[in-house]
C-alpha cells in the first residue's frame, strides 16, 4: 500500500448557526452532543478514513456529522479558536 492508503488526513469544515436560536451537533458514531450558540461558529476537524466517506446532515435544529471526528472548536469573531470537544 501508498503512504497515502495507510495514513488518513486531516480535513476541517466550518458551519455556522445562522439561527437566533441553539442547535446541536451530533457527533457519530460516537454519540456525542455540543450545543451551538445562536450565530457560533464551529470548526469541525476529523481523519478521511480511506474508503470511507464523511457526511453532513443538516436539518432544521440539528447538525449531524458522521465520520471519524478528532476536534471540535469554537471560532471566535476575532478569528481565535477555542477547543469545545476533543483533543
Same mark, same amino acid.
Given at each position: ?10 480535513? +476541517?469544515? +466550518? ?36 474508503? !470511507?466517506?464523511? !457526511? ?32
Amino acid at each position: 500500500m501508498s503512504h497515502s492508503e495507510t495514513h488518513s488526513r486531516s480535513i +476541517r469544515i +466550518r458551519l455556522c448557526n445562522s439561527l437566533n436560536m441553539g442547535r446541536e451537533l451530533w457527533i457519530e458514531p460516537i454519540g456525542d452532543v455540543i450545543l451551538i450558540e445562536a450565530l457560533q461558529t464551529v470548526e469541525i476537524v476529523f481523519a478521511e478514513q480511506a474508503g !470511507e466517506v464523511s !457526511e453532513i446532515q443538516i436539518s432544521d435544529s440539528v447538525f449531524t456529522v458522521h465520520g471519524w471526528v478528532q476536534q471540535v472548536l469554537v471560532v471566535g469573531a476575532d478569528g481565535g479558536k477555542k477547543l469545545v470537544w476533543g483533543d
